[in-house]
């Protein structure tokens, strides 16, 4: 009689460690609970995502949230390593950018990295343009990317195989996307991987 029910933990247990194996995959799985923070509504994110920020451009020069006043921020945070959802996400912000056409040139599309370890101003330069003429790269100190990362809300953590090179790693990061208004207040938000670029184009010219 004991057998079966042994048996029975056993394949429960093999189950619990593939559920918690995909739960652990690369880059779209933040932990639960963080994405549910991320309002819905425009009106409810207003006070809630964003906020001052001190960070490095691309070029090398240091830049705040003021210094994008004036223009819309359509916002990704993630990381030039990313085999995967980063390019998905920033190939579908520009494809969306050249669907609005003449307006977007309201709009700056920033990637903001959460692997300030290896994207260096000169990485992410090499990086972005391979994207977007417009696309702005930051990144900073560990504390800055933090610090901004935790004004909007996104995590990102190492994650790392054990026994492998100290710099071999990939980034867990949430994927979103942010537009936020010419006052620097939050307007909406998109899935990073799921959204086409027309309905990116679309969301964004509801607000624009
Ligand atoms: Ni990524």
Same mark, same amino acid.
């Given at each position: ?10 394949? %429960? @247990?093999?189950?619990? *460690? ?13 932990? #639960? ?60 912000? &520009?494809? &969306? %950018? ?25 990485? *992410? ?25 935790? &004004?909007?809300?996104?995590?990102? &953590?190492?994650? #790392? ?19 936020? @208004?010419?006052?620097? #207040? ?18 964004? %010219?509801?607000?624009?």
């Amino acid at each position: 009689m004991k057998r079966p029910v042994k048996r029975v933990v056993f394949y %429960l @247990g093999v189950a619990l *460690l593939v559920v918690a194996g995909v739960m652990a995959g690369r880059d779209l799985m933040a932990p #639960k609970g963080w994405q549910v923070d991320v309002p819905s509504s425009r009106t409810q994110g207003a006070a809630l995502i964003g906020g001052p920020f001190t960070l490095v451009d691309h070029t090398g020069k240091a830049v705040t949230e003021a210094d994008f006043r004036g223009r819309f921020m359509f916002i990704y945070f993630g990381f030039t390593y990313c085999p995967d959802a980063c390019p998905t996400a920033l190939t579908a912000m &520009a494809e &969306a %950018l050249d669907i609005i056409g003449p307006a977007a040139d309201r709009i700056v599309p920033v990637l903001i990295s959460i692997d300030p370890e290896r994207d260096t101003p000169e990485q *992410l330069a090499m990086y972005v343009r391979h994207f977007h003429p417009s696309l702005v790269g930051l990144t900073g100190s560990a504390d800055q990317v933090a610090a901004a990362a935790k &004004a909007f809300r996104v995590y990102y &953590a190492k994650a #790392k195989e054990e026994g492998s090179d100290e710099g071999d790693y990939t980034m867990d990061h949430t994927s979103i996307i942010y537009l936020m @208004g010419p006052d620097g #207040k939050f307007r909406v938000h998109f899935s990073g991987h799921a959204t086409s670029p027309e309905d990116l184009a679309k969301g964004i %010219l509801d607000v624009l």
